[in-house]
């Protein structure tokens, strides 16, 4: 019997974990942590039964042990309640499904406690993977993708080494605007950003995903995931999103991982490394695909992309710049408080203002968070 712990489980990582765990008997659930959702979190405690629940915020666990007085979970609340569930015993894996910077204390206390990490919350690597990769290795920890692109890198490099990598091929797929101009980007709405064309997301990976700035982020991850340098992580555009990554090694071979795009393969490939297990569902039918497609990403119209690579090689806190003013300008785009072209403008103002610093500590990366969203909102009331 394995046991996870799994924070954000309401979320879309969260919820096909679960159904993930629904399809293996012999997977357990610890702990669940969320936000504010506190009916869906009272759903799968009464599915799942786990010993410990985390809300985000007091009122919401205060609601919560209310409607779950009769399970006899324990309900915590805050970041000391995800720090409980880090480093609770009765857990071996720790699934960080949760949005955004509050996910580093919680992943770094796991380390410490030799959890291993399922790793889906991007911010941790593109903040401070430089605390992360050598904790994971001093504690004899592994990190294991659950991003859909990563876990391909991971799984084509199975059994390689990693010094014989001359390319990792980095795939996306373009979004719903592959192929416009910045002309035609001028007045898209918040509806239009959220129509993926293959993938099934939440509303700000899913905005990431438009302007490719999520696969800025997940240029930072490769990165410190699997010890390249950023000359030898190529993005490439693939609209049919079947090959969801391939590696180049030094004799000019090249392995890649296709599939449909189902994000519970990698979350299952993660749970239960190195072993395979059955899944139900469609597979890549070659006759009906007839073809793959590949372009070069636009980074003229596309600029996230560019200010991903300019970020990662300064490297220091940067990246961390990068993140939160992405973060905060995609809630203000949500909000329909800015234009969608916004959005990395002030990634760039945001950038161009920092000044660096070189190995930040944690403490560091979450003030140079705090100052950059304060930077933002000031820029919002000029």
């Known amino acids: 019997m394995k046991k996870i712990a799994i924070l954000g489980s309401t979320g879309s990582i969260g919820t096909q974990t679960l159904e993930v765990v629904r399809c293996n008997p012999d997977l357990q659930v610890s702990a669940l942590a969320a936000g504010r959702s506190v009916e869906k979190m009272e759903e799968q405690i009464r599915e799942f039964h786990p010993a410990l629940a985390a809300m985000w915020t007091e009122e919401a666990a205060a609601e919560l042990r209310i409607r779950v007085a009769d399970t006899g979970v324990k309900v915590v609340s805050g970041m000391e309640g995800l720090l409980e569930i880090a480093v609770m015993p009765e857990s071996q894996v720790l699934v960080t499904a949760i949005v955004g910077m509050i996910g580093i204390k919680p992943t770094i206390a796991a380390i410490q406690a030799g959890k291993d990490i399922a790793l889906a ?75 993926h064309p293959n993938w099934a997301m939440g509303k700000k990976i899913t905005i990431d995903s438009s302007t490719l700035v999520n696969k800025g982020l997940e240029v930072m991850e490769a990165k410190w995931l699997f010890g390249v340098d950023l000359d030898r992580i190529q993005v490439v555009v693939h609209p049919q999103s079947i090959i969801h990554s391939a590696v180049q090694f030094v004799d000019g071979a090249i392995m890649a991982q296709l599939g449909v795009p189902d994000m519970k393969l990698p979350i299952q490939y993660a749970l239960f490394y ?65 234009t969608y072209l916004q959005i990395p403008e002030l990634i760039g103002e945001a950038m161009e203002r920092h000044k660096v610093i070189g190995n930040p500590t944690v403490e560091q990366i979450l003030e140079t968070e705090a100052e950059t969203c304060e930077f933002i909102i000031g820029r919002m009331k000029q």
């Open 274 to 338: 190195p072993d395979r297990r059955p899944m139900a569902g469609k597979r890549v039918d070659f006759f009906d695909l007839a073809q793959i497609t590949f372009e070069k990403p636009d980074t003229e119209t596309f600029t996230g992309l560019a200010l991903a690579y300019e970020a990662a090689g300064a490297g220091g806190s940067l990246p961390t710049v990068y993140n939160a003013a992405n973060e905060k300008a995609v809630a203000l785009f949500l909000e329909r408080r800015i």
């Open 121 to 195: 919350n991007k911010e941790t690597l593109v903040t401070a993977g430089h605390i992360i990769m050598p904790l994971a290795k001093s504690h004899g920890v592994s990190v294991l993708p659950v991003d859909s692109e990563h876990s391909a890198i991971f799984q084509s490099l199975n059994g390689e080494p990693v010094d014989k990598i001359e390319k990792i091929l980095l795939t996306a797929s373009g979004g719903p605007f592959r192929g416009r101009t910045r002309e035609q980007l001028q007045d898209i709405r918040v509806e239009d950003a959220l129509k």
